[in-house]
């Protein structure tokens, strides 16, 4: 069997978990807001071009504006000086996509304090409980409530 005959068979039989971590965009989006005087990129809104009506009778569709740091960024390192040398979404290769994920569950710490910030030494506490991190794996927190 190949490898592309295992892994289709073990995503259909539920043996490898594919977690969707998508999320709709909306205009309550949350975007990044930098302090003044600095400038900001406007939020998402959508404008209706057709909806099954006189001006699309068989399709709906909308115009979309969005600021570039509207919702989840994989490559945020990127946007700042820190990472300007790193890459951005569309230079990441594929293969850099699909890997082992650990998930740092912070979702009662958010609850109390909804200003939580995820710092270094919840990194290092995860590790002491459940190892090192895989190689190239993916750190998800999104258990925030």
């Given amino acids: 069997m190949s490898v592309l005959n295992e892994l289709t068979a ?34 998402l809104s959508l404008t209706p071009v057709s909806n099954f009506d006189d001006a699309g009778p068989a399709w709906a ?14 490559d945020a390192p990127v946007h700042w000086i820190t ?17 082992p994920a650990v998930v740092i569950d912070k979702s009662a710490e958010a609850a109390q304090d909804p200003d939580f910030l995820l710092e270094p030494e919840h990194f290092e506490q995860w590790q002491q409980e459940h190892g ?14």
């Fill in 61 to 74: 569709w909308n115009d979309v504006t969005v600021g570039e740091h509207a919702g989840t960024h994989l």
């Fill in 83 to 99: 990472g300007k040398d790193g890459k951005s979404v569309d230079r990441i290769e594929p293969h850099r996509l699909v890997g």
């Fill in 132 to 145: 090192p991190f895989p190689e190239n794996c993916w750190v998800i927190f999104f258990r925030t409530g």
């Fill in 10 to 43: 073990a995503l259909s039989s539920g043996a490898i978990d594919v977690v969707d971590l998508t999320t709709p965009l909306s205009g309550d989006t949350p975007i990044l807001n930098l302090p003044q005087p600095l400038a900001n990129t406007v939020g």
